[in-house]
């Protein structure tokens, strides 16, 4: 060492490097889902296909249940997010979206349990072709039978068909073809829509649409984004490779009459925002038909209350 020089101090730590986010995230709505909650959150954490298991995050939509605590205990790395309101769908699955990092991420219902291997085919999906916006797996009712998650938005007459006649007669020709039901659910394609039960997004797709649209409450928010998205030059794909159990109905029926109203409310703010210049004129011809439509439904609700568990067909 030369004379008069000074010591040399120790080396300075290197700044700490940021975490890589994982491959995808999860986003779940929850709103007095019970037990169930934590069963979706566990079939997210499970599924390594990807490499990693997702950043899973849980918006919690007012609960006065214990799904919380069932949640806290089995899982409690979960990052919970409590507003100590009911926000809604949408504005939830924003809120949500906007606490992960990943590329890509999943929004789902939490009575929905993804099948194991679900990610990596689904990732493959979006790196195979960057214009892939969303992609829904194939949905399967508790029973084993695939639910038509994957649909067509309707015409006129497809839509006022389905709404009247598949109340009663769930096959007829209206709702075949915007349920498409006739597709072969074993095969991948484009389609207009795919239910927001669980649907995997892609944040640039999202960013660039604005996310999803908070003036929904509940119900047809899937549909809306769905569109928009398209409107907008992206896909929409149906992965029949990927898979989830949904059951379906665990919150909303407990409130089924104000769903109802809530779901009409939903299709006529749709119908609004799609129609312009003279097909305007028919705005109030929907609102007639959403208005009856409703009433029949909840005659139905309510006449089948004690035989079963009757649906408004959606």
């Known amino acids: 060492m030369t004379p008069g020089s000074a010591t040399p101090g120790p080396a300075a730590p290197a700044p700490p490097v940021p975490p890589a986010p994982a491959p995808w995230a999860a986003v779940v709505v929850n709103h007095d889902a019970g037990g169930l909650l934590a069963d979706c959150v566990g079939s997210l954490l499970a599924d390594r296909s990807a490499g990693a298991p997702p950043d899973v995050v849980v918006v919690d939509n007012d609960s006065h249940d214990d799904s919380l605590s069932t949640?806290?205990?089995?899982?409690?790395?979960?990052?919970?997010?409590?507003?100590?309101?009911?926000?809604?769908?949408?504005?939830?699955?924003?809120?949500?979206?906007?606490?992960?990092?990943?590329?890509?991420?999943?929004?789902?219902?939490?009575?929905?349990?993804?099948?194991?291997?679900?990610?990596?085919?689904?990732?493959?999906?979006?790196?195979?072709?960057?214009?892939?916006?969303?992609?829904?797996?194939?949905?399967?009712n508790p029973d084993g039978s695939t639910d038509p998650s994957a649909r067509r938005i309707p015409t006129v007459a497809d839509a006022v068909?389905?709404?009247?006649?598949?109340?009663?007669?769930?096959?007829?020709?209206?709702?075949?073809?915007?349920?498409?039901?006739?597709?072969?659910?074993?095969?991948?394609?484009?389609?207009?829509?795919?239910?927001?039960?669980?649907?995997?997004?892609?944040?640039?797709?999202?960013?660039?649409?604005?996310?999803?649209?908070?003036?929904?409450?509940?119900?047809v928010e899937d549909v809306e984004l769905c569109w928009r998205l398209r409107r907008a030059g992206w896909r929409v794909v149906y992965e029949p490779g990927a898979g989830a159990v949904h059951v379906q109905g665990v919150s909303t029926d407990r409130r089924p009459y104000?769903?109802?109203?809530?779901?009409?409310?939903?299709?006529?703010?749709?119908a609004s925002q799609r129609w312009h210049g003279p097909r305007r004129a028919l705005?109030?011809?929907?609102?007639?038909?959403?208005?009856?439509?409703?009433?029949?439904a909840v005659a139905a609700r309510a006449?089948?209350?004690?035989?079963?568990?009757?649906?408004?067909?959606?």
């Open 71 to 140: 949640l806290g205990g089995a899982y409690p790395e979960v990052a919970v997010i409590r507003p100590r309101a009911n926000l809604g769908y949408a504005r939830a699955a924003n809120l949500g979206i906007a606490a992960t990092r990943a590329p890509v991420v999943a929004v789902l219902n939490p009575d929905a349990l993804l099948d194991e291997g679900s990610a990596a085919r689904v990732l493959a999906r979006f790196e195979a072709d960057p214009r892939v916006a969303a992609c829904g797996p194939r949905i399967r």
């Open 161 to 219: 068909g389905h709404g009247i006649v598949g109340l009663f007669r769930p096959g007829n020709r209206f709702t075949r073809r915007y349920r498409e039901l006739d597709a072969d659910p074993a095969v991948a394609r484009d389609v207009d829509w795919v239910s927001g039960a669980a649907v995997f997004l892609s944040r640039p797709a999202l960013d660039a649409v604005g996310g999803w649209n908070e003036r929904y409450f509940m119900y």
């Open 258 to 270: 104000r769903m109802i109203v809530e779901h009409h409310r939903s299709l006529f703010r749709f």
């Open 283 to 296: 705005l109030p011809l929907a609102a007639a038909y959403l208005a009856v439509r409703a009433t029949i």
């Open 303 to 314: 006449a089948g209350a004690g035989r079963g568990r009757p649906r408004v067909a959606g």
